[in-house]
């Protein structure tokens, strides 16, 4: 019994280590330039026992991603818990992205694309991500930050519109994602800005973030 709980533990652990190491390849050199064999090399582990916990460099990239995905989830609702305003938040939400997708190497997000089931997934997280910011912009609005006169269901829209255009025309193989968010995301912001809203703006580290 001892025997079986002290394998079941390393397989756990070393889940883990493999998912740790392969997304941190993936994300530095892109998903295709790693293989599985490189991935096993750098664990000093078989090819076999990399099959025996992960299928194939799908099911792989697709446990990193999601979970990923959930430490920044759980990140962002600590966060909201206890933030005094959701210009507390946008500004948050606006600086860790920069930071996470700057150090992402731009061929990770285009041959992402390629794995039907990592797509999938991301497909329906868009769907949350639409919902949630949608519910950030009118909590803005209610706390006088954001202008009453604009659809904001259409500006969630076409928010998520640009990032698809952004991610199939490949710009972060040509712009820096500093350039790609103040742009994509403050220049607009700043738009359906009240006059509260612009002062925060303009006190914040984000003031010089379009130039």
Known sequence: MQEIRETTA????????????????????????????????????????????????EELLYQGVVQYDHNNRQYLAA????????????????????????????????EIQKYPKVVEYLNKEREHAYDQFLGFLQRGVREGYFREDVDYELVTQLFNAINTYVMNQHLLSCYSIQQVFANMLL?????????????????????????
């Open 79 to 110: 966060f909201v818990e206890q933030a005094s305003s959701v210009m507390d938040i946008i500004i948050e939400f606006y600086q860790r992205r920069v930071v996470s997708v700057g150090t992402v190497n731009p061929l990770f997000y285009e």
């Open 187 to 211: 220049i607009p912001l700043r738009g359906f800005c009240t006059k509260k809203g612009l002062q925060v703006i303009e006190s914040s580290a984000l003031a010089g973030g379009n130039k």
């Open 10 to 57: 390393y397989k756990k652990s070393l889940k883990g280590r493999i998912l740790e190491a392969a997304m941190k390849a993936f994300v530095q050199r892109g998903v295709k330039a790693v293989k599985m064999d490189d991935i096993a090399q750098m664990l000093s582990i078989s090819k076999r026992t990399l099959y025996e916990i992960y299928k194939d460099k």
